[in-house]
């Protein structure tokens, strides 16, 4: 019991971590919070709405990207952050749509998620690895489970129409895991304007497996360890991001997390990601007409 309160004090602590402010919609800068929030049924952590809505309401970010979340899951948190200015959600299915291939009645779908401050389009999602490799709930294991992708556009003032994808890749016991970065790739290569994916990658996002993403242009943004969140070892959770205007550097933090009935409420830490435009250069004064005087200083006009 000492151990487990130790382990709680110092996953407090370090939940508590600074994070970058959560840009305002309108300032011209971009927010993103990502967040295994490990909801779906297979998981060892009991589902809390309400700390999970309130963890997110607390940053305010401009768009959320969560994964292991039940589209249910999904639609009851939207309906508790509508005051605060989100919509309804994107979600995708790990289930797919798969033909000839039966889903479990009330079966959870174990996938991703997006909700937004901002305006969406083009929201849709997809499989990342091939069906005929992957197995769908309810199906007898031997094969990777099934792995999606949830996207949609934002309108980021300043930016414009920003893609965002939600996204978590196979463990590293998943031999499709190549053919899921590859897909991933192949959406990079069709998106024309700015694009961010942000998820849980289950991986080092410095490591050789995302490389065909690095080839694509995006550039990792990491704020640390993440997983496990009661002793952060391994940044698993991260940002891939290319094409936002010029002087939107980024900045990434953890985001602390709401009191809860049961610690901890998942076993990977929520992160943040702000792109905020450069500050204003002030204008230059105007030549007042005066000259140069004889000890090297200006004179005053008369």
């Not at 402010?21 to 993103?32: D, E, K, P, R």
């Not at 391994?234 to 985001?255: C, N, T, Y």
């Not at 007042?288 to 004889?294: A, E, Q, T």
Request: charged share 15%.
């Amino acid at each position: 019991m000492r151990r487990f309160a130790f382990i709680a004090a110092a996953a407090a602590c370090f939940a508590g971590a600074a994070a970058p402010a959560a840009v305002a919609g309108g300032s011209g800068g971009l927010s993103v919070m990502t967040w295994n929030v490990a909801a779906g049924p297979a998981t060892k952590f009991p589902w809390q709405p309400q700390p999970v809505a309130a963890t997110i309401s607390g940053a305010l970010p401009d768009v959320v990207a969560l994964q292991e979340v039940c589209s249910w899951q999904a639609a009851a948190l939207g309906r508790l952050l509508r005051p605060y200015g989100y919509g309804r959600p994107v979600t995708s299915s790990s289930l797919g749509d798969i033909p000839d291939r039966r889903v479990r009645s009330g079966a959870c779908d174990f996938g991703n998620a997006i909700l937004s401050r901002l305006p969406l389009s083009q929201a849709g999602s997809g499989l990342l690895n091939d069906p005929g490799d992957c197995r769908i709930s309810g199906e007898r294991a031997g094969r990777p489970e099934c792995r999606s992708y949830a996207s949609a556009s934002a309108d980021v003032p300043g930016a414009g129409p920003v893609r965002i994808i939600a996204v978590h890749l196979g463990p590293v016991r998943d031999w499709t895991r190549a053919e899921q970065v590859g897909t991933l790739a192949l959406e990079a290569a069709l998106t024309d304007g700015p694009l961010v994916i942000a998820g849980d990658w289950n991986t080092n996002p410095a490591f050789r497996l995302l490389r065909p993403l690095r080839a694509s242009g995006l550039r990792a943004v990491i704020a640390g360890a993440s997983f496990p969140s009661w002793l952060p070892v391994k940044p698993l959770d991260a940002a891939f991001a290319r094409g936002l205007p010029a002087g939107m550097d980024p900045a990434a933090g953890f985001v602390p997390v709401a009191p809860s009935r049961v610690r901890p409420l998942s076993d990977h830490l929520p992160v943040l990601i702000s792109w905020t435009p450069p500050d204003p250069q002030p204008d230059p004064q105007p030549d007042d007409g005066g000259g140069p005087d004889p000890d090297g200083g200006q004179t005053a006009p008369y």
